[in-house]
């Protein structure tokens, strides 16, 4: 079964279409499902339509994260159908992309690659909920995967601010079992196209996360040391770009050098503070995809 699950990955491409969650066929009978990009309220359905439809299947992950619980019920979705997760080189899993990789059996991962896991949260109502009842909801569905004491206090303690990234050595000292894509086909190479380096693009998505006060999704076009952190942190881009009075909305991008877009916005707080306001954000191309490394604001808002 391993064997054939690595030549399968050997001939997997990722689609170039917009969908994020696409199906091809692979080798000896087993289908590639790979979800790509932000998870989002939704893609679980289609996730477990596809899945029902499929007998044997390696699930390729992509995903700087999203929405929790699209990532729970696509990980319950693949434990339910024995399905095999892979995280290719060069790729980033973090946040609900890895606990959806968690469900995988056998779960593949590339010593190039990143997978972390965040101090969940959850929107109940238009409101960030405590970090302690969300992780509750992790901490049972890792039950329902079976995951050892250890781990599961490991994956739900990940750090409030940051993210925690899964080594080999931690992953030994845990319990959460993996093999490397290229422990049996060393020539294991991503087929994928990636995203084209597109600063204005990101940047553009990324302030329209902060307009509908997403923190997840702002949070997973962010580069990894900086996932969850200060500014960067889920929980406070959604309590802070949440309570406006008048939301968050991007007047004007201007791409500045090869990296670096300048944008305007306005915005008026709760407490009746209007804004408006200019910021140089810098960006940078990592594991095929543009991300957004530093933000400098420049009046002060």
Known sequence: MHRYIFLALMGWALPTSAADVVRQPGQNGIDIVSVRGTFNEGDDALFRKLAATIDRALVVLDSGGGNLRAGLEI?????????????????????????????????????????????????????????????????????????????????????????????????DQVGISFEANNAQAPAIQQQSTPEPHDPMSAVATFYSSLASADGEAAASLVVPEKRGKGPFNEASIHAFFGSMSAPLKLTGTTLRGDNQVRVSYTYETDKGRRCQGRADVETVYLYGRTLISRIKALDGC
């Open 75 to 171: 990980g319950r979705a693949i434990r339910l159908r024995g399905f095999a997760t892979a995280v290719p080189p060069t790729t980033l899993c973090a946040s609900a992309c890895a606990l959806a990789w968690l469900a995988g059996s056998p779960r593949l991962l590339d010593p190039t690659s990143k997978l972390g896991f965040h101090a969940a949260y959850r929107i109940v109502d238009g409101k960030a909920s405590e970090s302690g009842s969300a992780n509750a909801v992790v901490g049972a569905y890792l039950n329902q995967l079976g995951m050892s004491e250890k781990a599961v206090i490991y994956v739900t303690s990940a750090p409030p601010e940051g993210i925690e990234w899964l080594t080999s050595d931690t992953a």
